[in-house]
């Protein structure tokens, strides 16, 4: 049982790139949920996804989409790059309502 | 727009005493939960403690427990005989239900604590 794995671990990226950060979870959670950790800020939360093929935008949606075709994999494009979106990335996944959200190793990307 | 607040930047605490880091937050749902997770140096995110609004009695879970006082709607997180493997910054969240069934969880700025030897 692996849980939830991200990956790149770390990218640097050139302004006006694009890329996908991959999440990816085995224990058959329906929600699934990227937040961005900045310094002072917390973890604030961009997209979450109730299902396969159901997502909603969180607080900071800008620059970032998200599909969720299948139950186990919820990944987030970053269509062209900008500084302000050099973070850390967080996916979570969680089984219900009342339950624990489980927390990816998380992905730093730097954009210059 | 709901909304995580603690005001405590950072603690300090000494060893073998607790601390209370604090908690409010504002919601107009009737249903909702709320958590505290751990995030030591290592970055990795870790769930220590679960209260839902409509829970009577105060979550505990081993040293943590959470003081709960809906009317006030503050969520405080004690820690008892602190050790200094519980130096690391400390998030309160809460979760809300969205649309359909669905919900989502919203994070406060976070209290980084320091336990002194």
């Known amino acids: 049982n692996a849980g939830v794995t991200q990956t790149p671990k770390f990218q640097v990226l050139k302004t006006g790139q694009s890329m996908t950060l991959q999440c990816a979870q085995d224990?058959?959670?329906?929600?699934m949920s990227w937040y961005r950790q900045d310094p002072g800020m917390g973890l604030r939360l961009i997209h979450y996804s109730v299902g396969a093929g159901i997502t909603d935008q969180g607080e900071v949606p800008n620059g970032y989409n998200v599909s969720r075709s299948t139950t186990e994999d919820f990944p987030l494009r970053l269509l062209s790059a900008a500084p302000s979106q050099t973070s850390v990335y967080f996916c979570?996944?969680?089984?219900?309502?009342?339950?624990?959200?489980?927390f990816g190793p998380g992905t730093r990307l730097t954009v210059t | 727009a709901q909304k995580i607040t603690q005001t405590q930047p950072g603690m300090f605490v000494q060893e073998k005493e607790a601390v209370t880091l604090d908690c409010t937050y504002d919601t107009s749902d009737q249903s909702y939960g709320l958590f505290w997770y751990k995030q030591p140096s290592s970055g990795e995110m870790i769930f220590l403690i679960y209260?839902?609004?409509?829970?009577?009695q105060n979550a505990t879970e081993g040293r943590y427990s959470l003081n709960f006082q809906k009317a006030r709607k503050s969520a405080n997180l004690v820690i008892s005989a602190s050790q200094l493997g519980d130096s690391a910054m400390y998030f309160c969240a809460m979760r809300e239900k969205v649309g359909t069934g669905g919900f989502k969880t919203i994070f406060g700025a976070g209290t980084r604590l320091f336990v002194k030897a």
């Open positions: 979570a996944s969680s089984y219900g309502t009342g339950y624990e959200q489980y």
């Open positions: 209260q839902g609004s409509y829970d009577e």
């Open positions: 224990m058959n959670h329906e929600y």
